[in-house]
């Protein structure tokens, strides 16, 4: 049944390609349903960060563009809308790579991300939820970011999203280079923020931890929605054992129930 609450992300037979050549999505059809955590997973090329692009509206600034279906969220359409756009609607991406302000302190970061001009009272509040998710960053607000550590900077990033406070949250690759501490860490603050009413798009190289954290989960092979379903049933799948989460499968099992071909 789709979920057919005001808040859900609802991505339906969606092309997008990036000039005449690439065509990234070919009809993929998502539902990220309101309050949940949803992990899409793929090899590298598959077609993620084109669907977080498509959804955060940075999708232009990347030279790509929807040639057909619809992105909706909370009711409202979001083709073509611009990342500002998105962002009022309660969408923010925490893109790849944790690009923070390196010159930056962690603060000016974070107001970097807020929504006020001025050091709002929302703003204040905003980052104190974001200080409460990761005291580590409490400790540094005048240290450059330039300067922290590849998992702070990780931390940095999410926070700046948080401060626009998102109704979905998208995540791109969050875990990748960090240490597995470090990784175990992002997986909390992931659940927590989630706990906090927060939703999440997640796409994960790390395929263990994003089946354990979502749901749902998609499976994305280039561009087309290979396999969905239930994240627990879905791991339980020959095909997500042993493409992505590197397992030997002596035997060849039926599909789990609930998981569907296709989309
Ligand atoms: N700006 C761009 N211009 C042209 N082609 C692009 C651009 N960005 C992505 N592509 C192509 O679109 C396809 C999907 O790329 P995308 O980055 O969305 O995949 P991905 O699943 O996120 O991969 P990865 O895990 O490696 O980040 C790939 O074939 C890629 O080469």
């Known amino acids: 049944m789709p979920d057919v609450s005001p808040e859900a992300l609802h991505i339906q037979d969606l092309d997008v390609s990036y000039g005449q050549s690439v065509r990234a999505l070919r009809g993929v059809t998502l539902t990220v349903p309101a309050?949940?955590?949803?992990?899409?997973?793929?090899?590298?090329?598959?077609?993620?960060?084109?669907?977080?692009?498509?959804?955060?509206?940075?999708?232009?600034?990347?030279?790509?563009?929807?040639?057909?279906?619809?992105?909706?969220?909370?009711?409202?359409?979001?083709?073509?809308?611009?990342?500002?756009?998105?962002?009022?609607?309660?969408?923010?991406?925490?893109?790849?790579?944790?690009?923070?302000?390196?010159?930056?302190?962690?603060?000016?970061?974070?107001?970097?991300?807020?929504?006020?001009?001025?050091?709002?009272?929302?703003?204040?509040?905003?980052r104190d939820r974001v200080f409460g998710l990761f005291p580590r960053l409490a400790e540094r607000t005048n240290q450059r970011a330039g300067l922290l550590s590849g998992g702070e900077q990780q931390m940095l990033a999410i926070g700046r999203a948080l401060m626009a406070a998102p109704k979905l949250l998208l995540l791109d690759e969050p875990s990748l280079g960090l240490a597995p501490q470090m990784v175990a860490r992002i997986g909390e603050v992931v659940t927590e923020i989630n706990r906090q009413g927060t939703s999440v798009l997640l796409v994960e190289q790390n395929a263990?931890?994003?089946?354990?954290?979502?749901?749902?989960?998609?499976?994305?092979?280039?561009?087309?929605?290979?396999?969905?379903?239930?994240?627990?049933?879905?791991?339980?799948?020959?095909?997500?054992?042993?493409?992505?989460?590197?397992?030997?499968?002596?035997?060849?099992?039926?599909v789990a129930a609930g998981v569907e071909k296709g989309r």
């Open 208 to 254: 263990a931890m994003a089946l354990e954290l979502a749901g749902h989960a998609y499976v994305l092979e280039v561009g087309e929605v290979r396999l969905s379903g239930p994240a627990a049933e879905l791991a339980r799948t020959d095909e997500v054992r042993r493409l992505y989460l590197g397992e030997e499968t002596p035997r060849q099992e039926p």
């Open 35 to 126: 309050g949940s955590v949803v992990a899409l997973l793929g090899a590298n090329g598959a077609g993620k960060s084109t669907l977080l692009r498509t959804v955060s509206g940075t999708l232009r600034m990347h030279r790509g563009a929807i040639t057909a279906g619809s992105v909706e969220y909370a009711g409202r359409k979001l083709n073509g809308a611009d990342p500002v756009t998105a962002v009022r609607a309660g969408v923010v991406q925490v893109p790849e790579g944790r690009r923070v302000f390196g010159a930056l302190t962690v603060d000016e970061n974070l107001r970097a991300g807020g929504l006020g001009l001025h050091r709002s009272r929302r703003d204040n509040a905003a």
